[in-house]
């Protein structure tokens, strides 16, 4: 960086500005889930640490509107934290997990290393030093950037074959998400004689609770988005984080477990505003369950916290003081499934975009999805400007992001913060030792 950001801790007065001001915005009525972040100072036994990728205020505030009430978090808000990396005002998601995972900023595209090579102790490696078990969970792959930074060690994301066997050897209790192409059989057969149960549909995972370690892998890549996994026999988000939630509690010494919501991110890379909501929906019920968890334990911690925002997405936009979320609600697949539907001329765009979405396109619509390089582009174009969600980039943007907080410790994330605070008052709230190296 060119310049050090000093951490200027905000009053609660000015968080609760935040909350009124940035994230509530309209009369909403209250989420089921209330979870206001009362004033705990005891130990925490367990961390659920969940993390929607790529997501920032606008989302939130969308997301509101596309609900059409507060979402769980919204009542867990506590403050914001900043997410530049060590080489760039923007953060890429390896960078950004790094710093939220061993509380120290490195390059872009480095997955807990320092910019020097170093390895860096991880939080989910801290808590196992004391006896707890451990997890990691997400819809992209097991081995993508955001869970990869919690127990492994490589210089480049890209090196996901590389990846996969350090979670093992990390010793990482449950392990759910897509990438089995990452896990060689002979991987797989070495991990079964550790005592792993290797699961691969849905169907297993209702079965796999009474496992005491378990290896889910439901996708050869990542998992379908949420709009599109009906197709498919894969598990949801909340779903993988009841069995998480179920197999770690055995663990009388508790548990860290770190959930993503990995396709907020590509949404937002998409630009579609439907992939978005509907994955934040998905995301929103592992919220759910994760707090109704707590609620019953009262010895977890959870914490949420997206890594970076992506796309820029607006609140409104195209010169009009307006949103019209609701369209969104309508969508039933994603833009690339939809464009995957088109035939060969593209002559059926109207009724593809009307079974998918409820739309009747206009003559400029349909002619700008038929001419588009990529029609998939063009359609989440149209969809995003029928609901008035702007777009700012393609890539992530380096505002501030939301923090939310509920359970024994949670006090503790209130005000401004940088992004490396989040594991150091983490590791505070569990009493744990947390050091730079590993």
Known sequence: ????????????????????????????????????????????????????DGFSASYATNYRWYKGEESAMDSMLVGM????????EVTDSAAAGTAMATGEKTNNGMISTSPEGEKLQTILEAAEKTGKSSGLVATSTITHATPAVFASHVASRADEADIAPQLLENDVDVILGGGKKYF??????????????????????????????????????????ELDRDKTDQPSLAEM?????????????????????????????????????????????????????????????????????????????????????EI?????ATGDYMASQLNDNRSNVKEIVKKFTDLDLSAEEVEKIKTATNPNGAINDVVSERALVGWTSSAHT?????????????????????????????????????????
């Open 184 to 225: 060689p059989d002979s991987l797989l057969n070495e991990a079964k004689k550790s005592g792993y149960n290797i699961i691969s549909d849905k169907n297993d995972l209702q079965k796999a609770k009474k496992s005491k370690k378990l290896i889910g892998l439901f996708a050869e890549d990542a998992l379908a988005p």
């Open 328 to 332: 969104l609600r309508n969508v039933t």
């Open 241 to 325: 984080t009841d069995t998480a939630l179920n197999i770690l509690n055995k663990d009388k010494d508790g548990f860290f477990l770190m959930i993503e919501g990995s396709q907020i991110d590509w949404a937002g890379h998409a630009h579609d505003a439907a992939w978005a909501m509907k994955d934040t929906e998905a995301f929103e019920e592992a919220v759910e369950r994760a707090v109704d968890f707590a609620k019953k334990d009262k010895k977890t911690l959870v914490v949420i916290a997206g890594d970076h925002d992506t796309g820029g997405m607006s609140v409104g936009g195209y010169g009009e003081y307006a949103a019209n979320l």
């Open 1 to 52: 960086m060119k310049f050090l950001l000093k951490k200027k801790v905000i009053s609660i007065v000015a968080v609760s500005t935040l909350i009124i001001g940035i994230l509530l915005g309209a009369d909403f009525q209250p989420s089921s889930v209330d979870a206001h972040p009362a004033i705990n100072s005891g130990k925490a036994k367990n961390v659920i640490f969940l993390i929607p």
């Open 398 to 438: 380096g505002v501030d992001i939301p923090l939310y907080a509920y359970g024994p410790g949670s006090e503790l994330f209130s005000g401004l913060h940088e992004n490396t605070d989040i594991p150091k008052l983490i590791a505070k709230a569990m009493k744990i030792q947390f050091n730079k190296t590993k």
């Open 81 to 88: 934290h900043r997410t530049y990396s060590a080489n760039s």
